[in-house]
């Protein structure tokens, strides 16, 4: 997912993606763990979603203060 289509959700649908993307990374590392998973790029991927999530909601609310 880019940064700027997450620069345009609000606060709550960041924090609802955040809790859907963390789902699917445990989803993903259950199948990894299990040897079940052909592309482990997508853990990789889930982990930089988060990241930029997170670093979006910081400098929203940031931005309030």
């Known amino acids: 997912m880019k940064a700027r289509e997450l620069r ?34 997508k853990l990789k991927n889930l982990k930089r979603d988060i990241a930029r999530i997170k670093t979006i909601l910081r400098e929203k609310s940031e931005g309030k203060k």
């Open 8 to 41: 345009d959700l609000s606060e709550e649908e960041l924090r609802s993606k955040e809790e859907e993307t963390k789902d699917k990374l445990f989803k993903l590392k259950f199948q990894h763990a299990l040897g079940q998973l052909e592309n482990a790029m």
